[in-house]
């Protein structure tokens, strides 16, 4: 039985309200307890910034990140981020490191844990390649990890929500997260990834899906009503409709109140909205392109029942991966760029395209503003989770840097003194002073993540909480993050301590230990009748068109090694 | 001046890669500091002085430094990879990506380098006296640019791709070039005095002068008259209209199938 005692931390846990108090942890067996015993190993903190290990809620890790990799073998040479990226040798402790968009497995377990995350949220798992991701899962060291299956341009989704057959699709939802080990619905650009298998694409919520006579509205709410009827634990996860084009905050907006007659099961959102800076522009092209941040954090300030992230841009390479072929399309030919493009079988489509966001690009410009714009709007900091989408906003490795976009008006201000003047009208970032304190910090990057994701055991220090905690090296007394940000950057750059599960796996920005992370996925029980029917209508689809067979589909034990089944009741 | 001289002690199978010779890290440092100097001998690290007799004379700055690299290194990689300064001369054949990077300097090499000479070169000058391998003035596998600056100039022949995703800078090759020179290029120049087959493809921008014959023409460059260089009259091409490039292809005679 292992114990370790805390001593002296500054703890900022946003869940049970304490702000930059000093206390100490206890810590038994993997969990928080009340009180450990004299044998337990001491760590003195000496006042430094503790909070819950950081919760990546949408990143891309597994998966279509190896199609990065293919089309990217120059990534594994960059290194722009000392320390978090480029070439690293193995050590006795560590694998070899490459990459910074795309970097190898072992490299992104060891660079979250650096940062002080200890779990992510692979944001996009088609359930034919399901099997894949948790191979890419297995090999991804310390952090705990779920996935989101991709359900949105579906044949057998839609045609229960054309045939109105609710239950079935809850069935079908339910078998289609046991197959895949999925933690959640994602649903990307509903209905387009069907059109784009027929070179076209969806343009808004009412456009009818070729050959499936539903439209985007119908699937979000169909998806959105089978989500409840399954009490999953997570709401439907939706990446909007015209992702990437001028004026498309209207949509965005249009999609959040559809949601507003769902309502959830739990207590959580029923909608989370997916990287919105990526669909809160404005303008009727890129020549009048400009932000629609106002109007969106309008609307959320005035509703309850969504959340959402940031897709927050870096500025440098990035690689663009989604399951919305079409805007990838658009992107490789608007930017002359690699393109790579997949189509699913009759699940969803994909693409990769590597693409480099510029300060000098008046479009990039206004893109980096928009997703800060979001997150200082929006004056409740538990609707916003915070990410770069990474790799698509730009790699995890800069989440620091972000941070001081978001604390510091001062970083802000140098950032925007290097833009074209024609980028400065097309936003309201120079008008926004807010900045955000750790406490509100810790709220985006872990307390949000634990209850939009329903995972009471992440996020927090409350007795019974994992034990997983990363101490930075900041004194909160002793730092002003609206001045000093280099400070702040560097400190949240390489935690003085990561502790998962109980186990110290970073000290002094080293990697002291490797542990395998958990899986989480969800096991939806339906009534055993409609269960049975679905698959008749399922062995179908299998015979007929899948170049797979059904008993070959499931994502087997041996690929989940450490898994923790959350189990919920339908209907 | 500082000369620093290397020769090979034993001729090896194992590739050493040595991108820690080159003068910016040389300058100054004594013969037993450059003696330690590590390089990687297939999967592990030694130091200097276990593959090559060291001698070193005088001491200068990177600028004024040479290093004579004496026998056979065909199995050494990397010499004067990121160089900015000074010079580097090799007696002997040379390993792939020689000079690759380099930003300043001159290397000189006394027999045949193998792929990848000078790829990615942003400045400065090398000079093979011998034939080239592939890739030379190329980039990196998925890399947007080869070489973007500084002059390479061949006096024997080059294999296939010169010049590969070329983004600046110059070429001269005084004999042959293999298949598809200039390929992906996007702006620099390329002189070829020999013959060469498909030159240019998907060529953005750039000029490429062919001076002996060249090999099946690619049918998406459009004749444009003639245009004459240093008193010579070439007929002009433009392309590649495949990728609506505007890069200037220069050639003689053109021989198809």
Known sequence: MSELLIENAVVCDPIQGINCEKMDLCIKDGKIVESVSSNAKVIDAEGRLTMAGGFDGHTHSAGKINVGRSMNPNDARRNLVPGLSGFEPHTEKTRAQVGYNTPNTYAIGYRYAKLGYTTICEAAMPPLTARHTHEEFKEIPILDKMGLTLFGSNWQVMEYIRDKEPEKLAAYIAWGLKASRGYGIKIVNAGGGEAWGWGKNVSGLYDPVPNFDVTPAEILLGLGEANEKLGLPHSVHVHCNNLGHPGNYKTTIETMKLFEKVKPRCNRQSLHVTHVQFNAYAGTSWRDFETGAPMIADYVNGVNHLTFDLGQLIFGPAVTMTADGPVEYANSRMLKEKWSNQDVELEDASGVVPLVYSPKSFVNAVQWAIGIELALLVKDPWKVMFTTDSPNGGSFVNYPEAYTYLMSEKKRQEIISGFPEMALGRMVLPGLDRELSFYELATMTRSTQSRIYSRPEKGNLAVGADADIAIYDILP?????????????????????????????????????TPMGRTYWVNAKVPSDIESAMHEDLDVKFQKYYTVSKSNYMVEDAYVPKPVEIATEGF | MQIITLSLKAQNKIPIVADTVNPDNFAGKTEDEIKAVQVWYGNMQCPLSELFNVKVEGKDSAENTKIVINGDASRVKRIGQGMSTGEIEINGNVDMHCGSNMKGGKIT??????????????????ILNGNGGYYVGGGYRGEACGMKGGKITVNGNVRDFLGEHMCGGEIHVLGNAGLLPAILNNGGTIIIEGSTE??????????????????DLLPSYVEEGTEEVDGVLYQRFAGDVNVSGKGMLLMKQCESH
């Open chain 1, 477 to 513: 007394d002793a730092i002003d993050p609206s001045v000093e940000h280099e400070k702040v950057k560097k400190a949240f750059s390489a935690t003085a301590y990561t502790i998962k599960g109980g186990t110290i796996v970073v000290k002094g920005g080293n990697i002291e230990n």
């Open chain 2, 109 to 126: 090499i006394n027999g045949d380098a193998d792929s990848w000479l000078g790829c990615e070169m942003k400045g400065g000058e090398i």
């Open chain 2, 198 to 215: 498909m030159p240019a493809s998907e060529m953005k921008k750039g000029t490429v002068i062919i001076k002996g014959k060249v090999k």
